[in-house]
């Protein structure tokens, strides 16, 4: 009998290897669950996470609770203030028991020296599209007219006029 082949004929999912970077990686900024990292928009709530973000945790020499400290402008601290408890618990339902004993806020400067600034946005901005060429367009449009389906046909042509507009530049 033969061995079994893989399935995935060398290929690893992406996923599969950044998991353990990540996980290094945000544990030595105290982060145990990276999951408080990338999905800061559901922990916190849209509202928070669009004026804060999470810094770092540090343990006390107790061990008895950590300190979530979260990243906001000046203008947004007093606002953030009052919402320290249900962020807490907010935080604390992510890690299924009381592992934040304390929030602290830190405040950077919303102008100024380019280290102080910190972008709030999370991924909810696109990039500004440069509008495309006519003629490229068009020219796509004819490379990909024998195809059948109109949905397809829309997909490879807005694909060629991509193509087209990069090996132009």
Known sequence: ?????????????????????IREASEKRGFAQSRLLT????VAGEEVAAISRPVEISYGRGGMGATLTVLTTGANAPMLEMQKEQLRARVNGIYGYN?????RITQTAATGFAEGQV??????TKPEATPADPVLREKAREAVGPVGDAGLREALARLGTNILMKSNR
């Open 119 to 124: 972008d709030f946005r999370h991924g909810k």
């Open 1 to 21: 009998m033969s061995p079994r082949r893989a399935s995935t004929k060398g290929f690893t999912r992406t996923s599969s290897l950044l998991t353990t970077r």
């Open 39 to 42: 999905q800061w928009v559901e």
């Open 99 to 103: 592992a934040i004993a304390r929030v």
